[in-house]
């Protein structure tokens, strides 16, 4: 109960996490699986097998009370597969999503750049300062929306008869009412809300200091005026604040 909160792999898919960060985790597969993580992950995203599939999310829910996936780290049948494992097994699932697709995906365009993926890395060794960012691709960014909102819509149709908890990054993010989103993941979870360390909840949720995309950063983009621009007529959706000091 207590740990249940703070436990998790984070994405198991992703390029080199499991080498990275979970070892012992990886060290419970076959030695095909290892021999596919110790070299980098091709970009066919169906390298993996089913049966390799079900393999390291074994290992995974062996060692922790459950994952973080991303679904772009999988092509589409194998996340159908991912998800009939969770919901043969009547695992919880926390679907979350973005009420901006547009942020979603100039975020990974910048990490794209960058080759910053996370806040860490991103201030780490080449300082924020140093980065240089080339002008944001307005055509992928609007082929990504489109396919962001289509496996939205096709993920939601598959567990639409599950019991699933629906939550945007806003809402738990940007928004005055983080505790009561975070008390009804417990709620969904099954968690005692006693069980929440108030300290280590205030530091998680502390945006603007675990935001890695800051105003800063956003006014580096060399067309960020045409990028809102576009978001606007295209998909009526007013970014303009994130150019805010």
Known sequence: QENILYEAVVEPFGRHNLTRWYEKILLLCSS???EIYAKELPEDKDSLTRSQIIEILDACY?????????????SHFRNFCLLEYAMIRGYKIIFLTRDSHVLKDISAQLAQQSNAWSREEAR???????????????ESLK??????????????????DYDVHKVSYEEIYCRNNQLDEVHKIMDYL???????????FHENMDYDSNKQNTSAVYNKIPNIEEV??????????????????
């Open 32 to 34: 095909e699986v290892q």
């Open 62 to 74: 062996n060692s922790s009370f459950g994952i973080k996936h991303l679904h772009s780290h999988l």
């Open 124 to 138: 780490s060794g080449e300082s924020e300062k140093q980065i240089v960012y080339n002008p944001i691709d307005i």
């Open 143 to 160: 082929e990504r929306v489109a396919w962001n909102q289509r496996h939205k819509e096709e993920f939601g149709k598959i567990m639409s």
């Open 190 to 200: 099954g968690v005692d809300r006693g069980g929440l360390c108030m300290d280590q």
């Open 228 to 245: 809102i621009q576009f978001a606007k007529e295209e998909y009526d959706d007013d970014i303009s604040y994130i150019i805010d000091p």
